[in-house]
């Protein structure tokens, strides 16, 4: 190996390895409401340590990184925010996505990687009520301003042909129903079945009335593992970002009961991150993988294949991967 070459993934790998000090920066300026206190006129160092009660020498070193990472712009020693830093990090604006960087849950449970490797054991599981209603409502909120462009998508995919026709949706562990929520904004003619834990559903709630859609929607509370999803009732059952948490077990008793729960011809939507079938790429899916292993007892990732298989079992036996949009595919089966 040439030494530009050895240069260039020694690169590789310090880029890597310090990629945890812009998380980490990031994290913290949302923490101290940094984006806020520049949204409403502090725009020297002097006038946001004050406002926010730190140091001048500590705010000074934070402001310079958010110019050099493109959150603000520096002029003549005044910060002003950046248009993503607008739209997205400042917690009044309608498509704020800061709520899951408000707390340290997810940096805390990422510390105990080693731990959870050797265990096979995370230090928490969030698929545990307990856990889960503490957590899921920071999450949700940015998760809903993140997937609803996509969502609408899925819903254009998903009502084609069918937007004049009655349809029963049940949107199962729906956080903020993202998922569904386009469906019934575009079709006065779906009924939505909502189901997660009863706290988590108190936020579904908000969201749903801020779209205008709650005479659409049910709700019911409840563990999905426990809850009776009917037989023959559905014509869509959406799997928005759950199998993951579940495991493979869980899943498959859970895919059971929705293959009952369909009508025939009915469609299951499942959004989630895949890796290939080889399990060697793309990245995000993986790095997911162990994102799975320091926060759930037996959550994973999984490949289109696997998902086949565990279908069928349900007699859910048309099967495909679909592109919604770049970077974005939905498997989607139908009881044939």
Known sequence: MSQDAKEQQIQKISHIFHAYTTSRTLMTAVQLDIFNSISQGNSTVEQVAQNIHATTRGVRMLLDALVALEFLKKKNQI??????TATFLVKSS???????????????????????????QPPRALEQEEKATEFFPHLIKSLH??????????????LKGKANIPLQVLDIACGSA???????????????????FSQVLQSTKT??????????????????????????????????NIVHSEGEKSSRVLFQKIGKALKPHGRIAIIDM?????????????LFALNMLVNTTEGDTYTLEEYCQW???ANITKVSMEEIAP???VIIGEVV
């Open 79 to 84: 910060y002003e925010l950046t248009p993503i």
């Open 94 to 120: 309608p498509d704020y996505v800061g709520a899951m960087f408000e707390i340290d849950d997810l940096w805390n449970t990422w510390s105990h990687l080693n731990q959870a490797i050797k265990t096979g």
């Open 145 to 158: 301003a993140m997937s609803i462009g996509k969502s609408n998508l899925l819903a254009d995919k998903l």
């Open 178 to 196: 993202v998922w569904s929520i386009p469906l019934a904004e575009k079709s006065d003619k779906v009924i939505v079945t909502a189901q997660d």
């Open 207 to 240: 969201f749903v009335e801020r779209h205008g859609v709650e005479k659409q929607y049910n709700y019911v509370a409840g563990d999905l593992k426990q809850v009776d999803y009917g037989e023959n009732k559905y014509d869509i059952v959406i799997l928005g």
């Open 274 to 286: 895949f890796p290939n079938n080889e399990r060697s790429g793309p990245p995000f899916p993986l």
């Open 311 to 313: 279908l069928n079992e």
């Open 327 to 329: 970077e974005f595919s």
